[in-house]
């Protein structure tokens, strides 16, 4: 089975940390994306990245950079969390061009005290 | 700017019921609509997807209706469950990108 692996389901963080969501996947996709989640907002596009060393902003890429030194892995970087920046993250990737949609992992529940 | 607008936001049906969610889209280079489907914990998971040359696709008891003139499309669950419970996404894609609609929170009642 595919999958899109983040390595923790919840992390607590104090304001000022520099904090490191880490996503894996195992189906060799190009593409990788990272989204935040929040109610009634729906899943922000973060950064993105279609190719190795490669990086594109979102639509809400402020607070927030990127690394992507391997294909499978797409690492999300908050260099001073701040208390705004508590919520749900979203990886997913996917194949090069659609149908085949995304592939979301389980998420990170980030929360910044 | 939201590329896609959805609702209604939250939605509570009888068991049995057929909910039905809304989407609309502008942007006429959109060119692949798919539905994803999120548990409480779970990331969301593509549910059915369709893409703008057709007007309806049936999988199982999830249909999508599409109306590409009027720049919108729909989910309908056909005899829902309790176990259909789950906040619904529909999404639009071109160029590799997806634009998210906000979510709808689907509750069946048993």
């Known amino acids: 089975d595919v999958k899109v692996t983040q390595s923790s389901r919840y992390l607590v963080k104090r304001t000022g940390e520099k904090v490191f969501l880490e996503c894996v996947q195992d189906m060799d996709h190009e593409n990788m994306f990272w989204y935040r989640q929040d109610p009634g907002l729906g899943l922000r596009l973060i950064y993105f990245?279609?190719?190795?060393?490669?990086?594109e902003k979102g639509d809400i890429p402020e607070g927030y950079s990127v690394s992507r030194e391997k294909k499978e892995r797409f690492s999300l970087i908050l260099e001073s969390a701040s208390t705004n920046q508590t919520s749900m993250y979203l990886c997913?990737?996917?194949?090069?061009?659609?149908?085949?949609?995304?592939?979301f992992g389980s998420g990170t529940r980030l929360t910044v005290v | 700017q939201q590329q896609v607008k959805q609702s209604p936001q939250s939605l509570i049906v009888q068991k049995g019921g057929i909910p039905i969610i809304n989407c609309a889209y502008e942007?006429?280079?959109?060119?692949?609509f798919p539905w994803y489907q999120q548990f409480p914990g779970k990331g969301p998971a593509l549910l059915i997807a369709?893409?703008?040359?057709?007007s309806e696709k049936k999988e199982g008891r999830f249909t999508i209706s599409f109306n590409k003139s009027a720049k919108q499309f729909s989910l309908h669950i056909m005899d829902s469950q309790p176990g259909d419970s789950a906040t619904y996404f529909c999404?639009?894609?071109?160029?590799?990108?997806?634009?998210f609609g906000t979510g709808t929170s689907l509750t069946v009642i048993p």
């Open positions: 997913a990737s996917s194949q090069g061009p659609t149908p085949y949609g995304y592939t």
């Open positions: 990245s279609y190719d190795v060393k490669m990086k």
């Open positions: 369709i893409r703008p040359d057709v």
């Open positions: 942007n006429t280079a959109f060119d692949y």
């Open positions: 999404a639009a894609s071109y160029s590799n990108q997806f634009y």
